[in-house]
């Protein structure tokens, strides 16, 4: 076997090997999927409700309330960034940390400090290598997050919005993932959590249209939303985090998909350059046994003379 013959030979097994690798992650992140959908239908209808309700007694109440009032000079935002532990997801983390970056340069341009929250290894990679500050990071859970991890993540945010007049308080709360819209369409988005708006919360819940009736509040509305908004916090973050990890399991089946199609169609060029290559050689060996008999021929030829 030649040089040029061994060369493609080694390739094609090479690429064989990859493509088995990547069609088998294509069928993980697939049966993923499906997982981390039903999560997301199941999570989303208690997050409405609970939107439903803390907009229900800032609406029905005359309490102004830290986490439901806009600031009359808001100074500091706190951005929360969602992306993925793991790559091979195609332009999944980079989108989002993309709009992060839009984020965070138009928060910057009204005036306001930012600090940056971040959940998965590739986010905290990205500004680890450009010496960027973070505040707090999280990782290890963005393939399949619980509402443990959501309460963890949502603690400190929490903290830094109730912080009021202090040096790092925050009067802003934004949060981006990425929106799992199909198995082919996932967008990144951003959204501001706290202070609640109320008109957005009531186009969301469908009750924009609604009269709320008044409502007496025991022991008093501020206790009442006290104790709803955290729990508001923490269900927007699971259901941010659930709709970041479908996104990442149908990008990771779709950049595995397309480098599975990208391997079979290589092996196949490698293929036909393997048979001319075996062709050439064999026209080789032919020649070389069709010229070595004829010079044999003459020889015994001559001989004979």
Do not use: C
Not at 67 to 78: F, G, I, Q, V
Not at 188 to 209: I, Y
Request: hydrophobic content about 40%; glycine content about 6%; overall charge neutral.
């Amino acid at each position: 076997m030649g040089a040029q013959l061994r060369v493609y030979k080694r390739r094609i097994r090479s690429v064989t090997a990859t493509k088995k690798i990547t069609k088998a992650m294509e069928m993980i992140a697939a049966s993923r999927i499906v997982k981390a959908q039903r999560k997301v239908a199941a999570s989303t209808p208690y997050a409405t409700e609970l939107t439903r309700a803390v907009t229900a007694v800032a609406t029905g109440s005359t309490t102004k309330h830290p986490l439901t009032t806009e600031a009359e000079a808001p100074a500091r935002a706190a951005v929360l960034l969602i992306t993925s532990d793991r790559g091979l997801a195609g332009g999944y983390s980079s989108n989002a940390i993309k709009a992060a970056e839009r984020l965070t340069e138009r928060l910057r341009g009204e005036g306001k400090g930012v600090d940056t929250y971040i959940v998965g290894r590739k986010g905290v990679a990205y500004y680890g290598f450009r010496e960027r500050k973070v505040a707090e990071s999280w990782t290890g859970f963005t393939d399949s997050p619980t509402y443990a991890d959501a309460k963890r993540v949502a603690a400190p945010l929490i903290e830094t919005i109730q912080t009021e007049m202090a040096e790092n308080g925050a009067d802003e709360l934004h949060i981006v993932f990425t929106e799992f819209v199909s198995m082919m369409t996932q967008t990144p988005v951003d959204n501001r959590m706290l202070p609640l708006s109320l008109e957005k919360a009531q186009e969301e819940t469908g009750s924009k249209d609604q009269i709320l009736p008044l409502f007496d509040f025991e022991p008093s509305a501020e206790d009442v939303l006290d104790a709803l908004l955290p729990r508001y916090v923490e269900s927007r973050i699971y259901n941010a985090l659930l709709q970041s990890a479908a996104s990442e399991h149908a990008a990771r089946r779709r950049a595995m998909k397309s480098a599975t199609d990208n391997a079979g169609d290589l092996i196949k060029s490698l293929s036909r350059l393997a048979n001319a290559a075996r062709q050439a050689e064999i026209t080789q060996e032919i020649s070389e046994i069709v010229g070595g008999s004829s010079a044999l021929a003459d020889a015994t030829a001559g001989s004979d003379k």
